[in-house]
């Protein structure tokens, strides 16, 4: 059974970091991308940043030079961290990842920016 279970999130002032993570069990972790997406009340959910296997990141551009997708092989866990947040990065964090055309997705983890 795949399981993608996120953590981190929390209430932050306008400015400030939060790490965000996601552990991943029940899949081979290091061949996948691995993906943060986030959905804020009455939007669509985005995609934010995404990493391979060999490291290279990309990131959506209102989060870039703020936020570093990062991935741990061994401990099959991605993270997201996220520096000089603002009120617009209020949303759901979602984790992400395919195999096979099958999306696999966690429940997510709350984050909310207090401006």
């Known amino acids: 059974q795949v399981q993608l279970v996120e953590s981190g999130g929390g209430l932050v002032q306008a400015g400030g970091s939060l790490r965000l993570s996601c552990a991943v069990s029940g899949i081979s972790f290091s061949p996948r991308i691995m993906n943060w997406y986030r959905q804020a009340p009455g939007k669509q959910r985005d995609l934010v940043a995404s990493i391979v296997s060999d490291g290279t990141t990309d990131y959506v551009d209102s989060v870039r030079g703020r936020f570093t997708i990062s991935r741990d092989n061994v401990k099959k866990t991605v993270y997201l961290q996220m520096n000089s947040l603002k009120a617009e990065d209020t949303a759901v964090y979602y984790c992400?990842?395919?195999?096979?055309?099958?999306?696999?997705w966690g429940r997510g983890t709350q984050v909310t920016v207090s401006s």
């Open positions: 992400n990842t395919q195999r096979f055309g099958q999306a696999y």
